[in-house]
């Protein structure tokens, strides 16, 4: 509607214009803009067939049948009033990039994952502000904090520890005041690794509790995720997170894969003891999976499920699918060159078949089923000796060949 390829039919409810807004309903009309445009040029006879004239309720009956259902596909067109023209160009714009691989995520997810509503994947996503505001804006923040937080990331970066490095890595995405407790409370002691790692999963683990799912999101796509896990889809059940973590925006993606990366290797049973009583990898999963997953559909065990995937698998599922990164490329370089884009990219929903493979398949798959039916009938114990007879002999009159087939001369 928003590019005018078919707009809606005005009506009245209760004495009031409806609003020319769509809805997925029954009684709510719509039209190709196209039809309007050809009434000049098609005359009168042909504008009679325009669902202009046939979609409006209170329209009479003897407008519908003066134009039969042959003459309406013939006058219906199904082309945009203004077909885009695509101009040859040496660059193409960040929207025009961001659109395209929008578009063919979304094309393969749906493939993917069997989604009741697509309102969470067509809607865009709000993108919500981190705190802290970034280090490159030094006045936007307070000057001692800016200081912390860099006395902190030197101090991770002069050590060789990944578990270290991960956490502090973490830290850009937590509060000021956090990061300055974390400073002024920094152990002494030369050789307090230990408690330097009990005090930022702390700070961690308590931020994390406290803020929203950073998978908020299209709740649907996480069902689906989890019940190919359930059903050992492993393979599937990865590139759909893939593709799902594609449509994040840039900020979330961070953030979420830094913190995915410190609970893969928090959660390490050779790495720091985080709890004396439990396995690391228990405790990365108690502590974090709110903090990633918070959906009410979903289960405890398919959350559990779902999350330690996510740990497992934090090397991969932030990789683009090879076949979604072909396909835009493609689909780039066809916008680029002006041709359409349409044409012969994108996933392929059939596999196109020989006509005479398609007809031996058809007859092959009804004399099977017809073998079938009749082995069903001789075999069904329920059915009387008359019964059966009257069957049979039914069969026999519209399929003698397969009858024979199955029965011998």
């Not at 913190?259 to 009583?277: Q, T």
Request: proline share 5%; charged share 30%.
């Amino acid at each position: 509607m928003d590019y005018r390829v078919f707009e809606a039919v005005p009506t009245r409810v209760f004495g009031k214009d409806k609003k020319p807004t769509f809805e997925d309903s029954s009684c709510s009309l719509y039209r190709f803009t196209t039809i309007a445009n050809q009434d000049s040029q098609l005359g009168k006879e042909n504008a009679l067939c325009s669902p202009s004239r046939y979609a409006d309720p209170l329209c009479k009956s003897s407008d519908i049948k003066s134009a039969s259902l042959e003459d309406l596909w013939e006058n219906l067109s199904l082309k945009p009033a203004c077909s885009p023209q695509v101009s040859v160009s040496a660059a193409l714009s960040p929207r025009v990039i961001n659109e395209v691989w929008q578009e063919e995520t979304v094309g393969r997810l749906l493939q993917l994952i069997d989604l009741p509503f697509l309102d969470s994947l067509l809607k865009p996503q709000e993108v919500i502000p981190q705190v802290p505001q970034p280090m490159g804006q030094p006045d936007l923040v307070n000057n001692s904090n800016c200081l912390d937080r860099q006395i902190l990331k030197a101090y991770g970066d002069s050590q060789e520890d990944e578990w270290l490095s991960a956490a502090i890595d973490c830290l850009e995405y937590l509060p000021d005041q956090t990061v300055v407790n974390i400073s002024r409370n920094f152990p002494e002691q030369p050789n307090s690794t230990d408690l330097v790692k009990e005090l930022l999963f702390e700070a961690i683990g308590r931020h994390y509790s406290r803020r929203e799912p950073l998978l908020l999101h299209l709740c649907d796509v996480h069902n689906g995720i989890a019940e190919l896990l359930v059903n050992g889809k492993t393979e599937i059940a990865l590139e759909a997170t893939q593709l799902f973590l594609k449509l994040l925006d840039s900020q979330n993606r961070e953030e979420f894969r830094r913190l995915l990366y410190f609970m893969a290797v928090a959660a390490h049973p050779s790495e720091f003891k985080l709890r004396k009583e439990s396995d690391n990898r228990m405790v990365v999963k108690r502590i974090f999976s709110k903090a990633i997953v918070d959906n009410k559909n979903l289960s405890k065990g398919k959350t559990d499920l779902l999350v330690l995937f996510l740990m497992d698998h934090q090397k991969d599922v932030f990789k683009i699918p090879g076949t979604l990164h072909k396909i835009v490329s493609v689909k780039l370089m066809a916008i680029q060159k002006g041709r359409d884009p349409n044409r012969d990219t994108g996933y392929i929903y059939c596999q196109r078949i020989d006509q005479s493979d398609y007809s031996d398949h058809t007859r092959k798959t009804t004399k099977d089923e017809l073998l079938n039916l009749l082995k069903t009938i001789d075999e069904d114990s329920k059915l009387s000796a008359k019964e059966k007879k009257k069957l049979l002999g039914q069969f026999y009159k519209c399929h003698p060949d397969i009858f024979i087939e199955y029965f011998g001369n």
